[in-house]
């Protein structure tokens, strides 16, 4: 399967048909074949010789080759654009912040600028996006030489920091890596082992902490490897008390709010936790008293959620 395939393959009716109407949008002419081939491409039994032939009556490779390469692209474009309006909104307004910050130093509208990246940093030390803060305060040093003196020694402090809590996150993102790849041992060679021993160990190698976890984000991704297990081993006896604990320590995070995806997922893992340790009552508890963190979330988020939490909800009626 080529990638063009590939990537066609993976959208749904709606997105199907979301696709056509991007085309239809983009085309400016009344002849051009893309959508035609993108119908074509659908049917896994037409060959790329069957193909050409209907689209253009004989065996024009270069132009056939041509119109998928123009498609690939159009693909690559619509998936992007579809992920861009589905994503939070946060990251986009940060990099617009950003990029406008940067546009009035060039101008050497300074006060502005800084009056931007200040509203920029906030919002992103809110939300714990480091990757964007550290573009933040790169700007920021690079031209502090149009602010007090005293300034520079707090934006590299500031940079300094972040960079710690950059540095503690991508390392639990290679824990979670490792010990990811290591679970494959149990699905795919029947290893037998110790979920718990692994962890520590692969946070000790890391010098990593659990207790100063600094988002709900870092910690889904320990949560998620551990749930994993338990239901690959259908132990979910032995990761009860690890969940409630390491939660326990992470939701009085002053930012929770801001992160409530990873909140919502770690709410969900518990409480699947207890409803397969047969704890209905706490199960249903736990989904009952976060409704109002659920509400916030978006309508496609709603709904993947409220799939998710019927099996335990239905019980429970």
Known sequence: MTDLNSLISTFSNEEQQQFITFLEKKNKRSDTKNIQLYKLLQDKDLDTYTICNTLYGSQKKGA???????????????????????????????????????ACLTKKQYKTAYKLLAKAETIAIEHALFSILNEIYHTKIQYSYSQPQDKLEHYITAFKNNQHNAYTEDQLNIVYAKIRQTLNNINYKGVVLDLE?????????HNINLENAITFKALYQIISIVSLSAFVTNDYYKIESFLLKHYTTLKSYKNREKQTYYHIQILYMIANTLFRNKKFDEASAVLKCNGNTIKKQSKKTLQYLYIKTQPIKRFNI
């Open 197 to 205: 021993t692994l962890l520590n160990n692969t946070l000790e190698e």
């Open 64 to 102: 056939y080759h041509a119109l998928r390469k123009r498609l690939y692209q159009s693909v690559i474009d619509f998936i992007a654009n579809k992920h861009l309006a589905d994503e939070s909104t946060v990251e986009m307004q940060l990099i617009k912040l950003l990029i406008t910050a940067r």
